[in-house]
């Protein structure tokens, strides 16, 4: 009899413990969409969505996910037990921000039926200042050049306007304010300017316009842009046909066998000079002829006798400027029969 009453109780032990090792968690927030109501441009909006634990298992909520970078959101706290509550709060900046907001945060917990929610701020923005444009784009800024954008900015709200600080991201930009006007004092400009650097590529940053704050941004005004190179080849890259030996050209024909390269500086403050010029295909003869003084040069690539079999090799030059001090263009020859 002894045996079978510990039997029993080892079995509803086990039963006991398996049912509390299978509960599920289940996150259950007391609304999904938190309405600000109206604010303005520049303002710090923080507020809470409240959940619980309903389930019958510990529920383990991760990092939140907002949809942007102007909100931060933060669980607290992030293991619960059922019928455990907690707190995820946030804080929104409305730098920028006009209009209509819409701005979501992503909860992802162990809940096997909701693995993911979406919670949404919504509300609406009262612009404070206008600035034109809203986006500064430079074209194409040469080498030894400086490329200016203006930027009017205009005060909507009746008070004066006072551009205390515009700060770049990086150092690519530099920034002058100009000086107040008293016949306008809702309004404001600034000048953004940015030196050629000589090496091709894409640039981007972001300023930060202060005006009463110190401390916190006004509004935020985008710039990009690309480099141009300070120097240009046409063609970048050589593709060449050939015939072969049996229908090699006369001398007098030369279309097949001469190509051509124009190196062209976009800088105007530098005399442009080539140096160094060779090629890593020993058939190859390379002439060089200044089309414009220190600014345009022709290459005139040769090939005196035929090729046995297509090839591939570079042409190499060194320049005097030091952004870009050497070149290599690519040359490909292929032989074939006409």
């Keep these: 009899m002894k045996r079978e009453t510990l039997t029993l109780a080892i079995w509803l032990g086990l039963a006991v413990t398996h049912g509390q090792a299978g509960g599920q968690p289940h996150i259950e927030f007391d609304k999904t969409v938190y309405d600000f109501g109206a604010s303005s441009e520049g303002a710090s909006i923080t507020g809470k969505f409240s959940f619980r634990n309903a389930g019958d298992g510990v529920l383990n909520v991760q990092k939140p996910d907002p949809s942007c970078g102007c909100t931060v959101a933060k669980v607290q706290p992030d293991t619960l037990n059922p019928g455990a509550k907690g707190e995820l709060v946030f804080a929104l900046d409305l730098t920028n921000a006009r209009g209509a907001i819409e701005k979501h945060i992503t909860v992802t917990s162990n809940d096997p039926l909701k693995p993911t929610l979406l919670l949404t701020i919504t509300g609406q923005s009262k612009a404070l200042y206008e600035f034109n ?112 030996a049996a229908h090699w050209p006369a001398p007098t024909s030369e279309e097949a066998i001469v190509q051509k390269i124009v190196v062209t500086s976009t800088r105007s403050d530098k005399p442009l000079e080539l140096s160094d010029i060779a090629s890593t295909l020993e058939d190859l003869l390379v002439k060089v002829t200044e089309l414009e003084k220190g600014r345009k040069f022709e290459l005139t690539l040769k090939l005196d006798k035929p090729l046995k079999e297509s090839t591939r090799g570079q042409l190499t030059f060194e320049t005097n400027y030091p952004e870009q001090p050497s070149f290599e263009i690519p040359l490909t020859i292929t032989v074939a029969a006409p």
């Design 133 to 244: 444009p809203p986006m500064i784009f430079f074209e194409g800024v040469a080498a030894g050049q400086t490329s200016r954008a203006p930027v009017s900015v205009k005060r909507l709200d009746g008070k004066k306007l006072t551009i205390a600080k515009v700060e770049p991201g990086t150092e690519t930009l530099k920034v002058v304010i100009e000086k107040e006007g008293t016949l306008h004092p809702q309004a404001a400009r600034f000048v953004v300017e940015v030196a050629g650097t000589g090496i091709p590529e894409d640039f981007s940053d972001i300023l930060s316009v202060y005006t009463d704050d110190p401390e916190k941004p006004a509004f935020l005004v985008p710039v990009a842009g690309r480099y141009l190179s300070s120097i240009a080849l046409t063609p970048k890259a050589l593709d060449w046909t050939i015939p072969d």
